[in-house]
């Protein structure tokens, strides 16, 4: 699924540049993507796109000085490090509390607990694209890392 979800980023410069869910399908299995895989991504995406209609309210009603105090079953599905990455992104200034709410929601419906650093990196990236959000050019390097790839310390 999460190939299919960076495939759509890198192939599509916007949202509206999306196909429609059927023809969309059909264009990944075209490309070789499996349709377990298709699926899943196009099941998540709809997740997506209710989630952020739900938590749309919230957009008109954001405070900059605003605070979220995860629960224990966010911890616990989350984990420490998808946390704490969705803490330093909303630091930057890159993820106002709306979009932070609709990660969240995101990240839990990929229903792995926790969720992996890499992961919690593209689901992230997916809602910022999804709502077409300016991203500073070293948190965008950032979302696209692998951390895998970086030297352990």
Not at 83 to 99: A, M, R
Request: proline letters at 5%; glycine letters at 2%.
């Amino acid at each position: 699924m999460f190939d299919i979800l960076v495939y759509l980023f890198e192939t599509y410069y916007n949202p509206q540049a999306c196909p429609k869910a059927e023809v969309l399908a059909h264009k990944l299995a075209a490309v070789g993507f499996e349709d377990d895989d298709i699926n899943e991504a196009l099941s998540w995406l709809h997740v997506l796109s209710e989630t952020s209609s739900q938590c749309q309210p919230l957009q008109l009603k954001e405070h900059t000085d605003s605070r979220r105090i995860f629960a224990d079953h966010e911890h616990h599905l989350l984990g420490a490090e998808a946390i704490g990455f969705i803490t330093f992104l909303q630091n930057s200034g890159v993820l106002p509390p709306h979009l932070r709410e609709i990660l969240i929601e995101s990240a839990i419906a990929i229903d792995e607990s926790p969720v992996s650093l890499e992961k919690i990196k593209i689901v992230a990236l997916m809602v910022l694209w999804s709502h077409e959000a300016e991203i500073d050019h070293l948190i965008f390097e950032e979302l696209l890392s692998n951390d895998s790839d970086k030297p352990a310390h």
